[in-house]
């Protein structure tokens, strides 16, 4: 799926790469009027300036973070498909050209920490925006009979508390945790679908983006579990269930353990940043096809190529969306799974059997408790 | 060979070599979910799910490699 064209991406560019005479200057301007219908809409070079940017560059600076927002507009005293709003100026940073040293209103530290929101940083203020309007809107009217807007919000939310907090996390601690997830699972579909919008960037495709996600779950998890086993019971896990007579394995379990912690953030972030970088990076690269080769006959085969891409990108956004909540869920319910283990005799049925696992099963990998506490 | 040339060597072998594994990786879920519904078609919405979302995780990890041989292929 993904991966396969963003192999084909990959070596499209590494392709490009090596010519570098081949996007032509008039790359700069046919770019803008061909993609206009497309996937994209990406406005590439500005107007003032004609860099002779290899395709690759031209790639990575439609997928990467920076200063400027390109729009369609007024600007120069005519129309511009890319008329560009600096970040810097608009929140009064200013660079210095000779030290690189950046000093504004944002800039705190002594230059150290630099606040100006990048584009990144704005298209999550407009998923925000967006995300809470929608739900405001949706909740205006309440009743117990819901309808219109508030109906749609409802079912969204009750697929996300039956489907991934119920199932992951079991009946009775699933409310404390849905608002997280239900936030988490929608301002990143939200973050995803943006990025598809032409003009707009998906905020979900910088890594320190995803990294703040991971972070949330991260903390969330351990947070649940210290709070549900105490931190005694917590550090007693993190030996990884082997037992004090063999107290000398100890000092190899507990750092391997330790850094196993972090790994799920990690392949957290990473899967959802990549995903995201893989479909951009593989339009990007199919129309860009069309320059490198010279000849707009290509088009015929690259645009329908890169509809199609794009269709599996809108399908690979909900996805993407749904695995982050969904594996949150999972690691803040295995966190949980303690919780139950003194009174058996209700919560024999409460805790959720996530495919297959026991509902009393230990959170060591690979070891199966037996049933025999069933049949007290 | 310079540096430069390893490191699209390497990218372009690693892209190539990561999209075998989850070629193979994925194929084989599929394969195991068509057989599983056409035994019980009853379970095919349940088994549709879990397809796509093991198919997910298996994509995670193939994109990891691709980022690593993205980095490689686009640092100047």
Redesign the interface.
Known sequence: ????L??LA??L??GQ?AEQAAPPAEAGRGEARAEREEAGGHGSESAAERREDSL?DVM?HHVSDGYAIEYPGICNGHFAWNCELDLREAFGTHVDEATGKATGPLVLLGGKVDLTPTKHVVMMWIAAALLLTVALVGVRRRSLVPRGLYNFVEVLVAFVRNEIAVKNIGEEDADRFTPYLVTAFFFILFMNLFGLVPFAATATANLSVTVALAVFTFVITQWTAIRSMGVGGYLAHLTGGVPKSLWWLWPIMIPVEFLGLFTKPF?LT??L???M??GH?VILALLGLIFALGTAWIAIASVPMALGIFLLEIFVAL??A??FA?LSALFIGSGLVHHGHDDESGHGGGHAAA?GRSPNGSHVAGVVPDMGSRAR | MGPNALA?LG??LG??L??IG??IG?GRLAGAAMEGSARQPTALGDIRT?M??A???I??A???A??V??LL??KP
């Open positions: 799926m993904t991966s396969t963003a192999t990959l070596v560019s590494l790469n690759g990575m392949a990473i899967r940043f990549a995903n970088v893989a990076f996805v993407q749904y695995i969904m495919g | 699209f990218a372009g892209a190539g990561a999209v989850a070629g994925i879990s796509i979302i198919a997910a995780l994509e995670g193939t994109l990891f691709i980022v041989c993205l292929a686009l």
